[in-house]
């Protein structure tokens, strides 16, 4: 009799699974899918001699994926047009598993925290463990909170603090003329909670959390997920990509005053695509040809701790591997004295911040008026999301202590 063995059926996003069907007939073919209702993967493989088939050791003769690969049906998983619904893992001939992906994973608490003008949630192991490191986690972009990135790192050893800082009830509608002052209040916020503090960020906020080590001392890891050290142009109201990129303010200020930026440049490769409605690589709103004003480079050199650069090879979200370059220019050149290093996934896209095992099949996805190219390859991404989730984690907890 046939049975698919998944192990374990409960556990956090973040955390592998073991998938084996077992009772077939030696060399038999059986088809194994992953369904969430509105997106379906499979995997087509050939059970071994002792009628077995081991999705960490067996490679699928067909399917959404290929290749060895423990997690390929989870990131594979493509857009069916339905509509959500449970997560559920089939074999032909072997029934059928549910399984739960937790978000908030179990003995993590969550507290929402509207004060002194803040708007963010702290996640933070229900065991009393003694005082635990802090790590406030920033979103890009698309504002609001990054709850999930958040709760699911908490499970790791920390005090998580998932801060908005636009785009969200209580908080300014666009990315500009953000205070750093805010920041440093949020800062003081979980220092109250917590021991020593890092920051990790993805896109925008991988340039944020660069731009908050090198301003406050208290911040004493960095992580910055295809970020940038250079400081950009906000990005402001319109009701369409062109309009956005024409709002010429700064994203930050400090002590009142604005902090000087690198300029959008709106190509005519650039206006053509948006005019044809074809994806927009954003990544041509940003021209580095003749290098970046020395005054828009974040000074990263000042951070009080270890700094920790993951980019992309394909970015099409923008020249995340350039941009990150000049700050780990200014580490080598100013011999930083904590430890530093610069990753880069080169057949990777854009969206490689946040937990793993997620779907990576999107290589596109809306923008304002327009559609957005992520770039990179779909595999690729999934790997670089999942090693930059490890190495994030591995890289805080040994900065930080746990």
Same mark, same amino acid.
């Given at each position: 009799? +046939?049975e698919?063995?998944?192990?374990?059926?409960?556990?956090?996003?973040?955390?592998?699974?073991?998938?084996?069907?077992?009772?077939?007939?030696?060399?038999?073919?059986?088809?194994?899918?992953?369904?969430?209702?509105?997106?379906?993967?499979?995997?087509v493989?050939?059970?071994?001699?002792?009628?077995v088939?081991?999705?960490t050791?067996?490679?699928?003769?067909?399917?959404?994926?290929?290749?060895?690969?423990?997690?390929?049906?989870?990131?594979?998983?493509?857009?069916t047009?339905?509509?959500?619904?449970?997560?559920?893992?089939?074999?032909e001939?072997?029934?059928?598993?549910?399984?739960k992906?937790?978000?908030?994973?179990?003995?993590?608490?969550?507290?929402?925290?509207?004060?002194?003008?803040?708007?963010?949630?702290?996640f933070?192991?229900e065991?009393?463990?003694?005082?635990l490191?802090?790590?406030?986690?920033?979103?890009?972009?698309e =504002?609001?909170?990054?709850?999930?990135?958040?709760?699911?790192?908490a499970?790791?050893?920390?005090?998580?603090?998932a801060?908005?800082?636009?785009? +969200?009830?209580?908080?300014?509608?666009?990315?500009?003329?953000?205070?750093?002052e805010?920041?440093?209040? +949020?800062?003081?916020?979980?220092?109250?909670?917590?021991?020593?503090?890092?920051?990790?960020?993805g896109?925008?906020?991988?340039?944020l959390?660069?731009?908050? =080590?090198?301003t406050f001392?208290?911040?004493?890891?960095?992580?910055?997920?295809?970020?940038?050290?250079?400081?950009?142009?906000?990005?402001?109201?319109?009701?369409?990509?062109?309009?956005?990129?024409?709002?010429?303010?700064?994203?930050?200020?400090y002590?009142?005053?604005?902090?000087? *930026?690198?300029?959008y440049?709106?190509?005519?490769?650039?206006?053509?695509r948006?005019?044809?409605?074809?994806?927009?690589?954003?990544?041509?709103?940003?021209?580095t040809?003749?290098?970046?004003?020395?005054?828009?480079?974040?000074?990263?050199e000042?951070?009080a701790?270890?700094?920790?650069?993951?980019?992309?090879?394909?970015?099409?979200?923008?020249?995340?591997?350039?941009?990150?370059?000049?700050?780990?220019?200014?580490?080598?050149?100013?011999?930083?004295?904590?430890?530093?290093?610069?990753v880069v996934?080169?057949?990777?896209?854009?969206?490689?911040?946040?937990?793993?095992?997620?779907?990576?099949?999107?290589?596109? *996805?809306?923008?304002?008026?327009?559609?957005?190219?992520?770039?990179?390859?779909p595999?690729?991404?999934?790997?670089?999301?999942?090693?930059?989730?490890?190495?994030?984690?591995?890289?805080?907890q040994?900065q930080?202590?746990?």
């Amino acid at each position: 009799m +046939a049975e698919i063995l998944v192990n374990p059926q409960i556990a956090p996003l973040d955390q592998p699974v073991d998938v084996v069907v077992t009772g077939l007939p030696p060399g038999a073919e059986v088809t194994v899918q992953l369904s969430t209702g509105d997106r379906a993967s499979h995997g087509v493989f050939q059970a071994d001699e002792r009628g077995v088939v081991d999705l960490t050791r067996h490679a699928p003769l067909e399917g959404t994926y290929g290749g060895v690969d423990r997690m390929g049906l989870f990131w594979s998983l493509e857009r069916t047009g339905g509509k959500p619904g449970p997560l559920c893992l089939s074999a032909e001939g072997a029934g059928e598993v549910e399984l739960k992906r937790l978000t908030v994973p179990e003995g993590v608490e969550r507290v929402e925290v509207r004060e002194n003008g803040l708007v963010g949630t702290l996640f933070a192991p229900e065991a009393d463990a003694g005082e635990l490191p802090g790590v406030i986690v920033l979103g890009g972009s698309e =504002g609001g909170l990054h709850e999930t990135d958040a709760a699911l790192l908490a499970a790791h050893g920390f005090v998580t603090f998932a801060l908005g800082y636009f785009g +969200a009830e209580g908080l300014p509608e666009h990315l500009v003329d953000i205070p750093l002052e805010y920041f440093g209040e +949020a800062i003081g916020h979980l220092s109250e909670r917590a021991g020593a503090i890092g920051v990790v960020g993805g896109s925008r906020g991988g340039e944020l959390a660069l731009l908050l =080590g090198a301003t406050f001392p208290q911040v004493k890891a960095v992580v910055s997920v295809v970020g940038s050290g250079v400081v950009t142009q906000a990005i402001g109201p319109g009701a369409n990509l062109l309009q956005k990129l024409s709002y010429e303010a700064a994203s930050w200020t400090y002590k009142g005053e604005p902090l000087p *930026y690198l300029p959008y440049d709106v190509s005519d490769e650039l206006r053509a695509r948006i005019v044809n409605d074809e994806p927009v690589p954003l990544r041509l709103a940003f021209d580095t040809s003749d290098g970046v004003p020395e005054d828009t480079e974040i000074p990263v050199e000042n951070i009080a701790g270890g700094v920790l650069l993951i980019s992309s090879g394909h970015d099409d979200g923008w020249p995340s591997a350039e941009l990150s370059e000049v700050a780990l220019r200014r580490l080598k050149d100013h011999d930083h004295p904590f430890p530093y290093e610069h990753v880069v996934y080169p057949e990777a896209g854009h969206l490689i911040a946040g937990p793993p095992h997620r779907p990576a099949t999107d290589v596109t *996805y809306p923008g304002p008026g327009v559609t957005f190219s992520g770039g990179g390859v779909p595999r690729a991404t999934a790997h670089a999301r999942a090693d930059a989730w490890k190495r994030t984690v591995e890289f805080l907890q040994e900065q930080l202590g746990t």
